[in-house]
């Protein structure tokens, strides 16, 4: 695969990078006025608003069967809900910087995932030194000397969680979701729209509190919603098809550079510097992780999706 990049290749690969190292900002934001179910929901449903159109303009339509349905709730499930919404819940204590650093590690776990269901058995020695590094840098950014820095450990425990729910939803789509000979597209859509449906069953049970009228949080979750979640998948499936799968995804280390700086600059967040070591060594691991020195039969890449919480 060509590493050799246009310009407009570059802009779009950077504009993707910004727009999901912003999400957790926005999360953030958003959640000064919403409770977490109740921004993830919002979050699916304008995602899928954005993404509906882009498949029915294209001739194309929603899968019909009720096995691939099946498959799409349970990815839904581990790849929206349940990490979604433990991250919005983590940010209510937590820093966003620290949610996108832990993020960017999703590409260790859905290695590990598709080990364990069977995708990828032979790990290798650069897989597995990239997962203890990648593991070594998350204990570094979580550990208890860096409370002040990192928020809450509850926090910092759902932002991991949420981070490994992410990574086996990754290696359960590789598994029984890709190859069926449905676009990756109509499989975003149809995803987030499986999972708009469970957090709408999740509403009754936590999702009835009073909602405070902020503008910046209705715009962050507007934001968050069309731009970060539609829109983002549109881009990430221009970039894959004009530019190749190996360009996108590289936009696993542009973003959690992006969330720190916005941390910085528009949240004030203030991190230390085992936040930047743990980052660097988590980054180095994705870098091992990602390296294909041979396809192994049956083995899953993981989507640049992945990154993104």
Same mark, same amino acid.
């Given at each position: 695969?060509?590493?050799?990049?246009? !310009?407009?290749?570059? $802009?779009?690969?950077?504009?993707?990078?910004?727009?999901?190292?912003?999400?957790?900002?926005?999360?953030?934001?958003?959640?000064?006025?919403?409770? *977490?179910?109740?921004?993830?929901?919002?979050?699916?449903?304008?995602?899928?608003?954005?993404?509906?159109?882009? &498949?029915?303009?294209?001739?194309?339509?929603? *899968?019909? @069967?009720? !096995?691939?349905?099946?498959?799409? $709730?349970? $990815?839904?499930?581990?790849? +929206?809900?349940?990490?979604?919404?433990?991250?919005? #819940?983590? @940010?209510?204590?937590?820093?966003?910087?620290?949610?996108?650093?832990? +993020?960017?590690?999703?590409?260790? #776990?859905?290695?590990?995932?598709?080990?364990?269901?069977?995708? =990828?058995?032979?790990?290798?020695?650069?897989?597995?030194?990239?997962?203890?590094?990648?593991?070594?840098?998350?204990?570094?950014?979580?550990?208890? #000397? +860096?409370?002040?820095?990192?928020?809450?450990?509850?926090?910092?425990?759902?932002?991991? &969680?949420?981070?490994?729910?992410? %990574?086996?939803?990754?290696? /359960?789509?590789? !598994?029984?979701?890709?190859?069926?000979?449905?676009?990756?597209?109509?499989?975003?859509?149809?995803?987030?729209?499986?999972?708009?449906?469970?957090?709408?069953?999740?509403?009754?049970?936590?999702?009835?509190?009073?909602?405070?009228?902020?503008? =910046?949080?209705?715009?962050?979750?507007?934001?968050? %919603? $069309?731009?970060?979640?539609?829109?983002?998948?549109?881009? +990430?499936?221009?970039?894959?098809? !004009?530019?190749?799968?190996?360009?996108?995804?590289?936009?696993? /280390?542009?973003? *959690?550079? &992006?969330?720190?700086?916005?941390?910085?600059?528009?949240? =004030? @967040?203030?991190?230390?510097?085992?936040?930047?070591?743990?980052?660097?060594?988590?980054?180095?691991?994705?870098?091992?992780?990602?390296?294909?020195?041979?396809?192994?039969?049956?083995?899953?890449?993981? *989507?640049?999706?992945?990154?993104?919480?």
């Amino acid at each position: 695969m060509s590493w050799e990049l246009s !310009k407009s290749g570059l $802009a779009r690969l950077v504009a993707l990078g910004f727009i999901w190292g912003s999400v957790f900002m926005f999360i953030k934001i958003a959640g000064y006025a919403v409770s *977490p179910v109740q921004m993830v929901f919002t979050r699916l449903v304008l995602g899928a608003l954005v993404l509906l159109p882009f &498949v029915f303009s294209r001739g194309l339509r929603l *899968p019909k @069967e009720a !096995k691939v349905w099946g498959h799409l $709730a349970v $990815a839904a499930l581990l790849g +929206n809900a349940i990490p979604w919404t433990l991250f919005a #819940w983590g @940010e209510q204590s937590g820093t966003s910087s620290i949610a996108g650093v832990i +993020n960017s590690t999703t590409p260790l #776990w859905t290695i590990v995932a598709a080990f364990v269901l069977g995708q =990828d058995r032979g790990l290798g020695v650069t897989k597995i030194a990239g997962v203890l590094l990648g593991l070594l840098g998350t204990l570094l950014i979580a550990a208890p #000397w +860096n409370a002040a820095s990192v928020g809450s450990t509850g926090s910092v425990v759902a932002f991991v &969680v949420g981070t490994v729910s992410l %990574g086996a939803s990754f290696a /359960y789509m590789g !598994k029984f979701l890709t190859g069926r000979g449905v676009p990756p597209l109509v499989l975003a859509a149809a995803q987030l729209t499986a999972a708009s449906v469970l957090m709408l069953l999740a509403l009754p049970f936590a999702g009835l509190q009073p909602v405070s009228f902020r503008l =910046d949080s209705a715009l962050s979750l507007v934001v968050l %919603g $069309a731009v970060c979640t539609g829109l983002a998948y549109v881009l +990430n499936f221009q970039i894959i098809a !004009k530019d190749g799968p190996t360009i996108a995804s590289t936009v696993t /280390y542009l973003f *959690p550079v &992006v969330s720190v700086l916005l941390g910085a600059l528009v949240l =004030d @967040e203030v991190i230390g510097w085992p936040v930047y070591v743990g980052a660097v060594a988590s980054i180095l691991g994705v870098t091992l992780v990602r390296r294909k020195p041979k396809q192994a039969p049956g083995g899953v890449t993981a *989507p640049v999706a992945a990154a993104k919480g």
